[in-house]
């Protein structure tokens, strides 16, 4: 398997900039490589985007950013688009990304799968790809009940204690999420045991994304 280092090392500071469409999206798709991330690029800089995050979802957003990035964390952004409603307020999300994303000029942005079931998921990795078109974009996936897991080509092994602390942190922040049937650790930690099998992970566990171009 081939290994990829990004070269942040080498420079005073990485900017990475993270994309979810609602407030707990960033945290279940790549929390696990942003605290690896966060631990093995000491210059990093988070800059954090949540675009539908309403009431207590709001504070769960901003709670969890801060345990996540900590003080590497730049913002975040957080907005009150409705769930389930943003393609048809396109142009709306679409100022965002011009406005307050793109002076970011990031060197690695995560953000949604193209494919994903859910629309609000599918617009926002649209617009990745419309205003980022020179920047490395790894996309995320989200385990749902429409069962839309693929076939990703881009793997983070991660060490145990990455992954326990990972889903501690999902499942103490995001309190309002508790009462559905998918928010349990055992999904989080199956997906993470699922990737990592499949690329060989010393612990057993990963993050896995989807990389449509990537320039070596």
């Given at each position: 398997m081939i290994h990829?280092?990004?070269d942040g090392r080498a420079r005073r500071e990485l900017n990475i900039l993270c994309l979810g469409s609602h407030s707990d999206d960033i945290e279940i798709g790549c929390g696990g490589t942003?605290?690896?991330?966060?631990?093995?690029?000491p210059g990093a800089q988070f800059h954090w985007a949540v675009f539908s995050a309403i009431g207590v979802r709001e504070s769960e957003a901003r709670c969890a950013a801060e345990l996540f990035a900590a003080a590497r964390l730049k913002g975040p952004i957080v907005k009150n688009?409705?769930?389930g409603f943003m393609p048809y307020v396109g142009a709306d999300v679409k100022v965002i990304f011009e406005q307050e994303l793109k002076p970011v000029s990031p060197d690695l942005i995560f953000t949604h799968n193209g494919k994903d079931a859910h629309q609000d998921h599918r617009l926002i990795s649209e617009l990745t790809w419309n205003t980022f078109r020179d920047h490395?974009?790894?996309?995320y996936e989200i385990p749902k009940y429409d069962g839309d897991l693929g076939r990703p080509n881009i793997f983070v092994p991660l060490p145990a204690e990455t992954c326990q602390k990972k889903v501690r942190?999902?499942?103490d922040t995001f309190a309002s999420q508790r009462t559905k049937h998918w928010f349990q650790e055992d999904t989080f930690f199956s997906l993470m045991r699922l990737r990592g099998m499949e690329c060989s992970?010393?612990?057993g566990h990963a993050e896995a994304f989807y990389c449509r171009k990537l320039v070596l």
């Open positions: 990829l280092n990004l942003i605290l690896r991330l966060a631990e093995e690029y688009f409705q769930d490395l974009i790894l996309e942190y999902i499942v992970s010393p612990s």
